[in-house]
C-alpha cells in the first residue's frame, strides 16, 4: 500500500473551519496531528492532537513546530490573513512540502474573479510564493459556506430582519458547509501520498455540498424557518447589478463594496460559482448533504 503524508500540522485549528478539519481527520486516526496556536489564544484542542503554543515570528518556535511536517494547512481567521506570508516562508524553512493556504472560497483558478477582486487575485499571490519557496500548493475551493452564509445573515439573506435580495434565473452555483470542507479535506489528505502528488499538488480540490439557484435557496430558508415570502421583505435584483453597485462603491472609496463584489460575483454567471470542473465529492465519497436541515440548524446560530 502507498504511503500517506502522515504528519500534518494546522494553523487556526479551533476556527470556523479549522475545528471540523481536526475533527474529521482525527476521526480518520491515520495521522500526526500538530496544532499551533498563537500563545494568547484561549483555544482549547480535543485530546489526541500535539499542541505548539507560540508565535508565527518566532523562528526557533515554528521551525521546532513545522520540522517534519509533511503538509501544513493554514486557516487564518480575517484579521490573521497578513501573516500568511511569514508563515509560508517559516514552513519552506522547515522544509515542509504541501501548503493548504488560505483559499476556502470562491475559485482561485477563475481570471474573471481575479480580475474584480484582489482578494481573490491575493491567493494566487500566496500560491506563487509557496512554489516559489520550493513547496506545493493545494487550494481548496468550497464557494460560501451554506452554514455560515446563514448564521452570518450573509449571501443576500437577512434572517434575523427576515430581509432578502433574491438574484432570479436558473443559474446554479456551488455551496459547501463547514462540516463538508473538514470532511473534504480530510478524506484528500488519507488518500495515497502518490495520488495527491498526482491530482492536487501544485492544484485545486473543489467540494460541495449544493448545487442550487439563489431562489432555491431563498425557499429552502422559507421551509427551515416555517416562513412564508410575504413574511419577508423581498427585492429582486440581478446579480450581475449587485457586483457593479459594489464596483462603483469602492470606486467611491466604500469599503463594503468589497462584499457586494464578492456577493454578485458568486452568483453571477461566469465568476466560478459554477465549477469549472465536476467536484472531488464522489472521488473523496463525501455525503450528500439535506439543504432544509442544514439551513434550519445554521439558523438557530443567527447572529
Ligand atoms: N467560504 C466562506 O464562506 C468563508 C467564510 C469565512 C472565512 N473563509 C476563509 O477561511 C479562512 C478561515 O476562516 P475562519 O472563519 O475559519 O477563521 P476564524 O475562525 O476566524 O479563525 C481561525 C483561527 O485563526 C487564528 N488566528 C491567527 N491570527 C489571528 C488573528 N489575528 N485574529 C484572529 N484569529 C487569528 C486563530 O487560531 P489560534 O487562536 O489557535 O491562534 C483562530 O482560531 C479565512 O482566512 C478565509 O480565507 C471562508
Not at 456551488?174 to 491530482?199: C, F, N, W, Y
Not at 462603491?249 to 470542473?277: C, I, M, N, P, Q
Request: aromatic share 8%; charged share 20%; net charge neutral.
Amino acid at each position: 500500500m502507498s504511503a500517506i503524508l502522515k504528519n500534518i500540522a494546522i494553523i487556526g485549528a479551533s476556527g470556523s473551519v479549522g475545528k471540523p478539519t481536526l475533527e474529521e481527520l482525527l476521526k480518520i486516526g491515520k495521522h500526526s496531528i500538530t496544532v499551533i496556536s498563537r500563545k494568547s489564544s484561549q483555544a482549547v484542542f480535543p485530546a489526541g492532537v500535539r499542541i505548539e503554543k507560540g508565535e508565527y515570528d518566532d523562528d526557533a518556535f515554528m521551525k521546532s513546530a513545522l520540522a517534519g511536517q509533511d503538509v501544513l494547512i493554514i486557516m487564518l481567521g480575517f484579521p490573521g490573513l497578513p501573516q500568511q506570508d511569514l508563515i509560508v516562508q517559516q514552513a519552506s524553512k522547515a522544509g515542509v512540502m504541501y501548503v493548504l493556504p488560505c483559499e476556502y472560497g470562491m475559485d482561485s483558478q477563475n481570471d474573471k474573479a481575479c480580475e474584480i477582486s484582489s482578494m481573490i487575485q491575493d491567493k494566487r499571490d500566496v500560491q506563487i510564493r509557496i512554489k516559489e519557496l520550493g513547496m506545493k500548493f493545494i487550494a481548496v475551493v468550497t464557494n460560501f459556506w451554506t452554514d455560515y452564509m446563514i448564521a452570518h445573515n450573509a449571501g443576500g439573506f437577512n434572517l434575523t430582519a427576515k430581509r432578502a435580495t433574491v438574484h432570479p434565473g436558473t443559474y446554479r452555483w456551488h455551496t459547501t458547509t463547514q462540516a463538508q470542507v473538514g470532511r473534504g479535506i480530510a478524506a484528500m489528505l488519507s488518500l495515497p501520498a502518490a495520488t495527491i502528488e498526482k491530482d492536487f499538488a501544485n492544484g485545486w480540490l473543489y467540494l460541495t455540498s449544493f448545487h442550487v439557484t439563489h431562489e432555491e435557496m431563498f425557499q429552502a430558508i422559507l421551509t427551515a424557518t416555517n416562513s412564508t415570502e410575504s413574511k419577508w421583505q423581498v427585492e429582486r435584483k440581478p446579480a450581475k447589478q449587485l457586483l457593479e453597485e459594489g464596483q462603483v462603491k469602492l470606486k467611491a472609496g466604500d469599503r463594503s463594496g468589497v462584499w457586494d463584489v464578492l456577493h454578485g460575483a458568486t452568483f453571477a454567471e461566469g465568476y466560478g460559482g459554477e465549477y469549472s470542473r465536476e467536484p472531488h465529492n464522489v472521488m473523496l465519497g463525501l455525503p450528500e448533504e439535506d439543504l432544509v436541515d442544514v439551513v434550519r440548524q445554521a439558523a438557530k446560530e443567527v447572529r
